[in-house]
């Protein structure tokens, strides 16, 4: 079994950056893949970004290339989503997630975080 827990969102402008965190605990961290994933009011949960246990391998979905960092520390099982440059349209609950292996599908996801809350305003 894995926990995840997320934290860092909030309000924020237009323009502005957030970086959230998720913690895990439960298993051993870097042979786990992590996304990050976000789901608007009346929206799919959708796909934001994923990295690879311990190469870091990387990948965004186009909606935030060049403005989304994924990253993860093995050390302090933590993953983490830099955002910069946000919009209101990434206004959303973001979760972090838990795999076995690369993967960009919700439903191969096998652990989830409770979701933290990111308002960003025009």
């Known amino acids: 079994q894995v926990q995840l827990v997320e934290s860092g969102g909030g309000l924020v402008q237009a323009g502005g950056s957030l970086r959230l965190s998720c913690a895990a605990s439960?298993?051993?961290?870097?042979?786990?893949?992590m996304g990050w994933f976000r789901q608007a009011p009346g929206k799919e949960r959708e796909f934001v970004a994923v990295?690879?246990?311990?190469?870091?391998?990387?990948y965004n979905a186009d909606s935030v290339k060049g403005r989304f960092t994924i990253s993860r520390d093995n050390a302090k099982n933590t993953v983490y989503l830099q955002m910069n440059s946000l919009k209101p349209e990434d206004t959303a609950v973001y979760y972090c997630?838990?795999?076995?292996?690369?993967?960009?599908?919700?439903?191969?996801?096998?652990?989830w975080g409770q979701g933290t809350q990111v308002t960003v305003s025009s």
């Open positions: 990295i690879t246990g311990s190469r870091g391998r990387t």
């Open positions: 439960g298993h051993t961290f870097s042979n786990l893949a």
């Open positions: 997630a838990a795999a076995g292996r690369w993967t960009l599908l919700r439903e191969d996801y096998d652990y």
